[in-house]
């Protein structure tokens, strides 16, 4: 017995459809869309996420065993033996990432008819904008993994679209050609994991792949663990697909807020909780991603503790964040609801740093160096406040939302492993470290740049900076108390709410860790207070007391060398597998050139050599053209005589 | 007898180009157009007769007694109506794509080059609506009289050298092929009467060794022309030369009769010879699949890199052919439709860049998105198709292809989804360059600065069909794929091999 | 008479046709050797007609043919002569090795 019956529910398809509906309308009308387009864009949005509130309302109203609902729309193929249809999970978990994306989603579009106001295709824009919803719904509302992947493959579009979206710009161009591509290394693995579960359990869906998940050998699921691992590196950047997040943020900031930072990059991370089945029965699996997340974890952080582009610190520390879930997720158990809990809020408060980013690159004539910002506290106040509150938020400062999110993720970790746990605090430390960093230079501290009235001894840039328009700072706003509140309200709520679908087998038991009192009686909780304090002195003394900050970036010690440059991420990649690759398809090129084709045409050369040689006998002598023909009759007679005599 | 559907169907395209002929020339492109949507629907209706209706329409005449040969059309089965589908689908998109095509010396005109599209379709309509070998073999060889004249009467500079080249070829295969034919019409002969049609032949034992060198003539006949690494290399050469309308055509349909060709012969009749192969026919399509994508990512030339492409993917259509599930081999039949079609599309757009700019060098182009943006957007969808993207029909062909041979060959079949990752480099990588970044000077002076050399309706018209149908069977594969199932399990039947059972459900 | 005497005399007459092809020059005089040779052939027909024939009658099979060959030469004659006139009337020679020009 679950909700199909109910038609909110039985009209589920409408989500999606909904917002593809507005991308093609978008899409094929282009410029002509070009005055309401992003009115259109919003609108459809928005109705998805009324759509999915009530669908939210419905199921939270409902008994909890009924809540879980499947919704079969039509059948997509049924070919031998494979049974596979177009059919809409909505239960306990997608319904929460219906409303973050619809929800965060929406605000990102208000905020876009602001940001992208002075695009000439900004319609095409919505419209790209639509299609990633429509996707990425698609992604956590499907009811197998094939239909998932199509979602999956779907937001690799939009998001490529949207990367190189100014495509003018050549770097735009590449980052969203490398998105692409390393998403789809990821992708392979998606595909064999798939045709694995295809010839051990026969089918993708959920309910049957779970159902059979405890009698999949331990090697095979452990196979599948690790394929499904690889798609989640490729799409939520995680160690060794890490390297195309960074360049990403060529695109245009509300893309980075909705998609590298909100939604898409954590559909690593929902796959993996989805899977918990399989991961729960296949340990070897479960600990390779926590251990590609603690890296990651640390990885993120270390980058964005020495970049100078904004946004390049924050993708830096969007991968670190989503190393904490991705722990989780490995970790397993109650920690699944610790890491859909810190996606949730990460996607609150992250979203809320990154346009708040963009609302200070609005005002600084789309500068992202902040040795060249400082001091900017003053002109916009309202982005530096909500800036401010996601600052608190992913610290961890007490009560604010990622406080609770990471606290527990840090609690589960010890309960796991020390030198995880460890990792895991360090983390916390190197977040607010990095953090403060970014703050004191955006905000605070000595302005490094000038009015465009003011005398300019030391030839610094100039800029006007002013607050962004209500259409950019209302989504701030609303993220902001998001980024306060969402922890606490969600804290005792969430675990029990996803407990169904995290451990299935035990539905009536409840082990979900500490409630508001406990977080604060946990040793762990005070020392990775302490830590966290520690780190926002360290950003102090490095960054703070109106320190003078270079505008050129000085001479870096190695540690921010490495950082700067990404870990060498790109370094290795080229060197140890684009290079000796793109060689190699020369080299192919070649050789079909060379070699395949020059024995064909060289065959061809050789039969006409060889003609241009016998053709000498044609010597148009009518004699020894007879001559040859008696020779030839006599041959002949003499073969047949003697074929008579033997 | 009841009234022969299928040549009627067959030999209205021929009618036309022969109607072409006599009328006078200012209205000929359109009369040639009438022909071709005449053909379309009724292409149309009879497959939907014949799969919804469920009506026979198989015509059995004998032709020359003393060969055994018979004039027998049909019966149209999934794998005969996909690709009766996607040839009478495409043609018509394909004539209003090359309305204005003349041949450089303006020596011949558009008329002829309608009349020889239609005498292609014709023949190739015949070719896969056969249901005898000699029959098959006649109008298999007999495409390439037409090809031969589209190609060196309208291509480019090196035309004559790409038409020779192509006829070479392809005469190789056809005079293989011929000795096969006889051969197995001598075995047929042997064991009983002497007939050509299918279902006699399927009753001849070939289980010898000259079975195995009949089954392995064909076999190269089909790789010839499909084609695969190393015979392969007139395809890029043809494709360069063509006009992008001949070499969609060629590409499209022309060379599907290699992949018809290997599960209509070669698996049909010679069972137990496939099966033997299977597995290196496997090996030999994967190493196709990565050559041809290997070699078009380093491609100069905008019609060499989608003729590599397609080398590529009928690597992909021989693994799912000889990798003896229902689902690969559907999911290989499903592939020959939509290649069609993704195929057509990109060699379309990038007729059309040619069009404009006067060269197919990559390197010519830069920006062109800027000031052709429609023209961007449709070989964007034509290569996101050609990549597989969910969404098209070519994914789940493609998935099809993987996930189902996955089942006989773990190793090879886990080393071809490399192939998902090359197909974006070759597909992304040239998109980036020819239309992303700065608008380059070239660019500007051929396409003039604004988006008023962007597409116009007349091309519109010819891609887009195209692409819905494309973007339609990706999402709503199964009206299609049911049909194609149900050969493809008759097929396994023929081939006495039996689906690899999931190991869970076999334990239950 | 022994047929085979007709059969000697047929191989004569062909011996000495193709001789003379391959030795003179003179277009005319090769072409009556191809002549000699045709009705050496047309001399072995009639002959085996005959031997075929044997005791039971009379056989026209291999006569008709020797006139189908008749009709044949005739007919290469008149198309030969008139070659061979022309080149002559161009080239005021009826030497065969002087017409070369048929070749690669």
Redesign the interface.
Known sequence: MDLSHTIMFSYAWLLIAIPLAGATIL?LL?SAAKKWGHWLGTAVALASFVYGACLFAEMFLAPAEQRATDVPV?????????HVT?GLLIDQLSVLFILLITGVGSLIHIYSIGYMAHDERRSRFFGYLNLFIAAMLLLVTADSY?LM??G???VG?AS?LLI?FW????A???A??KA??MN??G??GV??A???L??????VQYSEVFA?AN???VATATLIGFFLLLGACGKSAQVPLQAWLLDAMEGPTPVSALIHAATMVTAGVYVITRSGAIFDHAPAAATGVVIVGTVTMLAGAWIGTSKDDIKKALAGSTMSQIGYMMMAAGIGGPAYAYAIFHLLTHGFFKANMFLGAGSVMHGMDDDVNMRRMGGLAKFMRITTVTFAMGYLAIIGFPLFSGFFSKDHIIVAAFGYNPVIGICAMIGALITAYYMTRMMLLTFYGKRRWVEPQEANPNRLPVRHPHESPLTMTIPLIVLALFSIGAGLLMNHWIGQWLHPVTDPAHPHEVTFGEGLIEAFTNPLAWITLVLVAIGIGLGWLVFGRNRDIPLEAPRPNLAEQIGRNDLYGDAINNAAVVHPF?A???G??KA??GI??G???GS?GVIGGLSTQLKRAQTGYVRSYAVTMTAGVIVVGLVLILGQLA | MSFPLLTVLAVLPLFGAAVLLIVPKPMARQVGLVFALATLVLGVVTALLATVGGRDFSETLVWIKTFGAHWALGPVDGLALVMVLATVILVPFLLIAEWNTVDLDDKWSARIYFALVLVTESLALFAFLANDLLLFYVFFEATLIPMYFLIGGFGGKRRGYAAIKFL??GLGGGLIMLAAVVGAGAMSARQGTLSLLYSDLRLVDFNNGFGMAIFVCFLIAFALKNPM??F???LPDAAEEGTPGSSALLVGVLDKLGTFGMIRVCLELFPDASRQAGQIMVLLGLISMI?GA??A???KNLMRMIAFTSVSHFGFIVIGIFSF???SL?GAMFYMFGHAFSTAILFLAAGFLVRRRGTAEIAAYG?V??VA??LA?VFLIGG?SSLA???FSS??AE??V???S??RH?IL??IS??G??LS??YI??T??KV?????TDQVVNTFGADTRRDLSWRERIAVGPLIALLLFFG????PL??P??DT??TTMHQVGLA???????G?N | MSPENYLILSAILFSIGIFGVMVRRNALVAFMSIELMLNASNLALVTFSNMHAGNSGFVLDGQIFAFFVMVVAAAEVVVGLAIIVSIFRTRRSASVDDASLLKF
């Open positions: 899409l282009g039509y059948t997509l193929i049924d070919v031998g033996t494979w177009f094939l992947f199509f999956w493959e779907g579009l490529y190189s495509q003018e710009r050549p735009a161009a590449a969203g050609k692409f591509v789809r290394i992708d392979l595909i064999l798939m045709s694995l295809f010839t051990t359990v026969g089918s059979a009698r999949i050998p793109l190699g398809t020369e192919v090129a079909d050139e395949i084709d024995v064909a045409v061809a | 070479l070829f690494v190393p392969h290399t007139w050559w290997m070699a990512i380093a491609q599930t229902t689902v559907s920006g998105q800027k943006p429609m957007a996101l993207l969910p969404g994914f789940v998935f099809m993987i996930a189902g996955f089942a773990p079949a886990g989804s490399i998902v990752v974006a480099m992304l990588g998109y980036q239309f992303t970044g700065p608008v999402f709503f594969p199964q794929l049911a194609i199932a493809a399990a689906d690899p059972t999931p190991t869970l459900k334990n």
